[in-house]
């Protein structure tokens, strides 16, 4: 199965920013939507970024304007930019297929957002 491995999160202050790694061995790594996903603690895994093959972004309204997902083919890597980081966002962020299922999860890289 593909393993996506996903990089970049710490523990930061409120208004820092962090960038995000996933890289995964797939090919022809082009033709994939793929998604940040994120889980707090006690909560569900949630979609939060998404970038389809043509690199058309979607977002959940919490990170919009705040977030950036992009996307380097050559490097198979997806990126997500995280600016104005805000407490409400820490939890353990994940990289995965955007559309295609059924998924399966790495571990991920915890970020953390506190004052």
């Known amino acids: 199965q593909v393993q996506f491995v996903a990089s970049g999160g710490g523990l930061v202050s409120p208004g820092s920013s962090l960038r995000l790694s996933c890289t995964a061995s797939?090919?022809?790594?082009?033709?994939?939507?793929f998604g940040w996903f994120r889980q707090a603690p006690g909560k569900q895994r949630d979609l939060v970024a998404s970038?389809?093959?043509?690199?058309?972004?979607d977002y959940v309204a919490s990170v919009k304007g705040r977030f950036t997902i992009s996307r380097d083919n050559a490097k198979k890597t997806v990126y997500l930019q995280m600016n104005s980081l805000q407490p409400d966002d820490t939890a353990v962020y994940y990289c995965?297929?955007?559309?295609?299922?059924?998924?399966?999860w790495g571990q991920g890289t915890q970020v953390t957002v506190s004052p």
């Open positions: 995965n297929y955007g559309i295609r299922t059924p998924r399966t």
């Open positions: 797939i090919t022809p790594f082009r033709v994939y939507a």
């Open positions: 970038i389809s093959s043509e690199g058309a972004t």
